[in-house]
């Protein structure tokens, strides 16, 4: 089944702690990216990735990490977290030129909470 | 930059009834347009999409409209059924050297009455 997996679903954590949300997708994908989603705003797109070791800023990338050394995995790195990291975090993956909608795969969702 | 319906509305239609969910967009070189519904606890879930040389396009049970003069995108979902409750997002999508960008708007939450 094709599928974009994200672990864990569910952070609570502290100020300052460092953390990893892992992110892999089965489909041999290309493109792969991070958004956050806040009330109101929809999804915003924090960093993404061409193909392994080409990464680059999305719209709101402060505070924040990425890394791509293998095509599967896209892990998102929050060196020190803050309250305002607190959002629900999606990975996604689709092929390099797709605009298509239905080659565009979302993970489950990863909410994270910053105290 | 570009925005794409910043507002979270909600919209409560009685099932069976049709739904028509509304967005607009700001940026002129998008070439494609999707509407996905997320569902509680769930990523977004593809539902349909349509080009920017279009103007409509059909589904199983749904419609998306695009308007280019104004701006303007519409989903409209024929017989609305509980499993159809969710927050329904547009985004748009433009084509560039780096790849894809996908700008979401801020989503619509569909309450089906029964």
């Known amino acids: 089944e094709a599928q974009v997996t994200q672990n864990p679903r569910y952070l609570i954590t502290v100020t300052g702690k460092k953390l990893t949300v892992t992110c892999s997708q089965n489909?041999?994908?290309?493109?792969m990216s991070w958004y956050r989603q806040d009330p109101g705003l929809g999804l915003r797109q924090i960093y993404y990735?061409?193909?392994?070791?080409?990464?680059d800023k999305g719209d709101v990338p402060e505070g924040y990490k990425v890394s791509r050394k293998e095509k599967r995995n896209f892990p998102l790195i929050l060196e020190s977290p803050s309250p305002n990291q607190t959002s629900l975090y999606f990975c996604?993956?689709?092929?390099?030129?797709?605009?298509?909608?239905?080659?565009?795969?979302f993970g489950p969702g990863t909410r994270l909470t910053v105290l | 930059g570009e925005s794409v319906g910043l507002h979270l509305p909600t919209l409560s239609v009685q099932e069976g009834d049709n739904s028509i969910i509304n967005c607009a967009y700001s940026?002129?070189?998008?070439?494609?347009f999707i509407w996905y519904k997320q569902e509680s606890g769930k990523g977004p879930q593809f539902i349909i999409d349509?080009?920017?040389?279009?103007d409509k396009r059909q589904g199983q049970r749904v419609t998306v409209l695009l308007n280019k003069t104004v701006k303007h995108l519409s989903l409209q979902i024929a017989a609305t059924q509980p499993g159809d409750s969710a927050v329904y997002f547009c985004?748009?999508?433009?084509?560039?050297?780096?790849?894809?960008?996908?700008?979401f708007g801020g989503g619509t939450r569909v309450l089906v009455k029964p």
């Open positions: 996604a993956s689709s092929p390099p030129l797709s605009g298509r909608g239905e080659e565009q795969f």
């Open positions: 489909m041999n994908h290309e493109y």
């Open positions: 990735s061409m193909n392994v070791e080409v990464t």
């Open positions: 940026n002129s070189a998008s070439d494609y």
């Open positions: 349509i080009r920017s040389n279009m």
């Open positions: 985004a748009e999508n433009m084509r560039w050297a780096a790849g894809n960008k996908l700008t």
